[in-house]
C-alpha cells in the first residue's frame, strides 16, 4: 500500500515540491514547526533509515545538506535543525527546518495543516527553491 509520501511523490496528493531527483524528493511539510520545514525523502518506499540502502541514506543526507544551507539562506536564521523522528509515516524522512533555539526543535508545537497560512507557505517554498536554484516541481533550473 501506498504511503501519504508516495501519494505526493506520485502527485496523487498535492506538494510544494523544492527539490526532485530519481531517487529523493523534498517537500514542504502540511504541518510545519516553522514555515520553511522540509520533509527529504526517499521516493522509494522505505519505512526505518535503517532498514535502508547505505548509499541511499548517503543520498538522502547529502540533500538534506543542501536543503539545511538553503534553509539558512532562505530565512536567514543561524542553523537549519534536522531531525529523524519517523513515527509519524512509515516511509523514512529528514526533518529539515529553520531554527534559532532549541525551541524550535518541539514537534509539539507544529502549526496544524488546517491552520497553515497558505500565502506564507507559498512564499516559504518559493524562497527555497531560489536558494536551491530548483524550479516549482522540485528540478533543477
Not at 529523524?84 to 514537534?107: C, K, L, R, T
Not at 536554484?133 to 533543477?140: A, F, L, S, V, Y
Amino acid at each position: 500500500m501506498s504511503t501519504v509520501f508516495s501519494k505526493v511523490i506520485n502527485g496523487e496528493l498535492p506538494g510544494r515540491f523544492v527539490y526532485r531527483s530519481s531517487d529523493v524528493v523534498a517537500f514542504l511539510s502540511i504541518e510545519p514547526l516553522t514555515y520553511g520545514h522540509v520533509l527529504v525523502v526517499p521516493v522509494e518506499e522505505v519505512d526505518k533509515w535503517t532498514d535502508m540502502a547505505p548509499e541511499l541514506w548517503a543520498r538522502i543526507n547529502a540533500v538534506a545538506y543542501e536543503i539545511g544551507n538553503a534553509v539558512i539562506e532562505a530565512f536567514d536564521v543561524p542553523r537549519a535543525g534536522n531531525v529523524i523522528a519517523g513515527f509519524e509515516v512509515p516511509h523514512a524522512h529528514i526533518h529539515v527546518f529553520p531554527a534559532s533555539s532549541m525551541d524550535d526543535f518541539n514537534f509539539a508545537n507544529v502549526i496544524p495543516a488546517d491552520q497553515t497560512d497558505e500565502a506564507a507557505m507559498d512564499e516559504a517554498a518559493q524562497k527555497l527553491r531560489a536558494a536551491l536554484g530548483t524550479n516549482e516541481d522540485g528540478t533543477k533550473i
